[in-house]
């Protein structure tokens, strides 16, 4: 079972960063897509970031594609953490439209062809809430 946490939400204000991590144990395949989304209430879950994450015995060897929603493309880094294997969300330039739930999500298989459909991912962690004010 792909276990999914996140961490590193809070408050900031406008212009402002932030790092979220994604803890990821018991991948399900060899390659994986780990996304970040992000929510509204009452709105749709929206793709931010992804990245392909190869792995062998739950450790990741190496690192494929990333994928940006073009809205984050420029502040927003996915990578890989390499002291820990946590794949973190770096935001940089924070706008109080940044301001949702962010969620770490686990495709097992590449990116390719599901990012940014939140249907397509099968582990989901628990949310953490970033607010950003202006």
């Known amino acids: 079972r792909v276990n999914v946490v996140e961490s590193g939400g809070g408050s900031v204000q406008a212009g402002g960063s932030l790092r979220l991590s994604c803890a990821v144990s018991?991948?399900?395949?060899?390659?994986?897509?780990v996304a970040w989304f992000r929510q509204i209430p009452g709105k749709d879950r929206e793709g931010v970031a992804a990245?392909?994450?190869?792995?062998?015995?739950?450790?990741?060897?190496?690192?494929?594609?990333?994928y940006y929603s073009p809205s984050v493309e420029g502040r927003f880094t996915i990578s890989q953490d390499k002291t820990d294997d946590r794949i973190n969300l770096q935001m940089d330039s924070l706008t109080p439209e940044d301001s949702a739930m962010f969620y770490c999500?686990?495709?097992?298989?590449?990116?390719?062809?599901?990012?940014?459909?939140?249907?397509?991912?099968?582990?989901w962690g628990q949310g953490t809430q970033v607010a950003v004010s202006s």
């Open positions: 990245i392909e994450v190869y792995t062998a015995a739950d450790m990741i060897y190496a690192l494929g594609s990333t």
């Open positions: 999500a686990v495709h097992s298989g590449v990116c390719g062809g599901h990012w940014p459909e939140s249907s397509e991912y099968t582990s």
């Open positions: 018991g991948y399900a395949a060899n390659d994986n897509c």
